[in-house]
């Protein structure tokens, strides 16, 4: 391989970086995920690989442990949002309209991620939608205004509280 080809590899946006670091292919080989996880295990591998690439907690020469954990902050925000993530997953082909579970070479017993049923954490971890609000709201009403009428019907039948 010639030398200018290298310097081509080795340069990434105008930076310099190591001959032995390797680039992920996609934000999920970043995050050591297949496109069919979940959000909460793409939460839980964003949190731990941060840890680990943090500038502040590395032990990684503080220019390469940055450039890792602004690639790392990029795939998140990507990953983390569905619209940006079905553009994303359109981008590098990959379809979930044809997948319906991840492949039988891809094992959640391997990974270090626990497994969950739900997208969240635990069932506090996920804010109430205004629309959800909304609806607790106008209950509450109801089911008051409901005591409300049947203390009216039973005084003026007389059958008092």
């Not at 500038?55 to 990953?79: C, I, M």
């Not at 983390?80 to 379809?95: M, N």
């Not at 979930?96 to 506090?124: C, F, M």
Request: net charge positive; charged share 25%.
């Amino acid at each position: 391989m010639s030398s200018d080809r290298q310097q081509q590899q080795t340069r990434v946006r105008g930076k310099n970086l190591p001959k032995n670091s390797r680039l992920a292919k996609t934000h999920y080989d970043l995050l050591g995920l297949h496109p069919a996880a979940e959000a909460v295990e793409i939460r839980r591998s964003y949190r731990r690989l941060s840890k680990k690439y943090h500038p502040d907690t590395t032990e990684l020469a503080p220019s390469v442990a940055t450039a890792k954990f602004q690639r790392l902050n990029e795939a998140y925000a990507v990953l983390s949002r569905p619209e940006k993530r079905s553009l994303y997953d359109l981008k590098i082909g990959y379809s979930r309209l044809n997948v319906i579970q991840a492949p039988q070479g891809w094992e959640r017993e391997n990974s270090k991620i626990p497994q969950s049923n739900h997208a969240y954490l635990d069932p506090t971890d996920r804010p109430l939608s205004s629309g959800e609000v909304f609806v607790l709201v106008l209950l509450g009403c109801t089911f008051v205004g409901c005591l409300v009428l049947v203390m009216g019907i039973a005084y003026l039948k007389g059958e008092g509280l």
